[in-house]
């Protein structure tokens, strides 16, 4: 298996977009482990998998979630989904510089997709258990409040319009 996975890694880093897609999409799968599923064995293990995909792994990802390529970005938001779901994953997310003000910042995501699979990640982190002890509860009132008002929130500007003399 680790193997394997290390092999899948080397795919996400430098295969071609669509092999990378389904790359992504298999660590997004082998590292998914909802709420209810979640065992300190499993969650060693989706761990170890994780890092075993690169030097740097969460550094790989981060960088696939900047490309401007949509099926990508999508893709990457699932395993940022999957590492949401478990407290190892939340604690990478926190202590990644630029992290929690990137998930907090609406005007990364450009298009419908993924502004959609963004805010998946979103509101895992807001319903997450764990995330308040992981996060800290100022930031979660962020998220939550960012969960709340949607994937296509926008902010409005108030203006008053004066008559010329």
């Known amino acids: 298996m680790i193997h394997g996975v290390k092999l899948i890694g080397t795919m996400v880093r430098e295969a071609p977009s669509e092999l990378r897609i389904k790359a992504l999409d298999t660590v997004c799968s082998i590292t998914k482990l ?10 060693k293990l989706t761990e170890k998998w994780f890092n075993l995909l690169s030097n740097n792994s ?3 990802l981060m960088s696939l979630v900047r490309q401007p390529f949509t ?8 395993v940022l989904l999957s590492l949401a779901l478990q407290p190892w994953g939340q604690t990478l997310m ?5 992290f929690t003000e990137f998930l907090l910042d609406r005007s990364t995501e450009k298009t419908k997709e993924t502004k959609e ?3 998946t990640v979103i509101r895992t982190i807001a319903e997450s258990p764990t995330a308040v002890d992981v996060f800290g509860q100022p930031y979660i009132v962020q998220v939550k409040a960012m969960a709340l008002q949607g994937p296509f929130f926008v902010q ?10």
């Open 34 to 43: 909802q709420i209810a599923e979640q065992t300190d064995e499993l969650q």
């Open 58 to 60: 969460f550094e790989t």
């Open 71 to 78: 099926d990508l970005r999508c893709s990457a938001h699932c």
């Open 94 to 98: 926190n202590n990644y510089p630029g």
């Open 117 to 119: 699979s963004k805010f």
């Open 156 to 165: 409005t500007q108030s203006e008053v319009a004066f008559e010329g003399e």
